[in-house]
């Protein structure tokens, strides 16, 4: 292998490592936001946050019911728009 094609290899493997931070990064932020609704909203502060109603129910039995899987729906939209935006920037999106 030439040292041109060498330092292109060097070139590919470092964006494609900085790729996979960035992807890394981005899952656990998310997963810490639906780990901190999940089990934060739905049992840490279940006794505190049942002291509000929300169409009847207690909040925090609406959390641990609804609101977890809620969240979820609404962080898969988002990882799907910033990986959109990771790959335009790493040059892995689709044409």
Do not use: C, P
């Not at 089990?39 to 109603?53: E, K, R, S, Y």
């Amino acid at each position: 292998m030439t040292e041109n094609n060498q330092n292109m290899g060097d070139t590919t493997d470092t964006r494609a490592k900085a790729y996979w931070r960035e992807n890394v990064k981005l899952l656990l932020i998310l997963l810490s936001v639906w780990f901190a609704v999940s089990f934060g909203a739905g049992v840490l502060f279940v006794d505190a946050l049942n002291q509000i109603h929300l169409g009847g129910f207690k909040l925090g039995f609406w959390f641990a019911q609804q609101g977890s899987i809620i969240v979820f729906v609404v962080l898969i939209f988002v990882y799907a728009a910033r990986m959109k935006e990771i790959d335009r920037r790493f040059g892995a999106h689709e044409e």
